[in-house]
């Protein structure tokens, strides 16, 4: 049987599988045709960051390093500045965009403060 940080770490690593899928893909094939809102696209790109940020985030907070989610946000932010500045040049599909790259790193400074108020509150992680 996995353990909650083993269980946690296998589902940090599907979702950031998850990340790496739809920043390389063709947005067409998965976002509707038609916008719901202006800058939807950004919304995403935020959401998505905060999420990845918050997982590994409590995985960080699993193990036993010094200074872990420092070094978790330090990845994920560095994670999400390659991936937007790469996508175009890795797929034919995706363009960078700035504002998707502040949106990322948004995101990632959004869920890696959710995680520090998480811990500094002292809510037990099993």
């Known amino acids: 049987m996995l353990k909650n940080s083993q269980r946690i770490l296998f589902f940090a690593v599907i979702y950031t599988c998850f990340v790496l ?6 947005a067409d094939s998965y976002l509707p ?5 202006k800058n ?33 946000f330090i990845i994920t932010f560095i994670f999400g500045i390659i991936l937007e500045s790469i996508q175009e040049i890795v ?9 998707d790259l502040i949106a ?3 995101g990632v400074i959004i869920g890696t403060v959710i995680v520090h108020y998480y811990m500094k509150y002292k809510v037990k992680i099993n």
């Open 40 to 72: 939807q696209d950004k919304v995403f790109h935020l959401l998505i960051y905060i999420f990845l940020a918050i997982i590994w985030g409590l995985y960080a907070l699993k193990s036993r390093v010094k200074k872990r989610l420092w070094i978790s």
């Open 104 to 106: 990322n790193c948004l």
């Open 21 to 26: 899928y739809i920043s390389f893909a063709d």
């Open 91 to 99: 797929s034919p599909f995706r363009t960078y965009d700035t504002m």
């Open 33 to 37: 045709e038609k916008a719901f809102f």
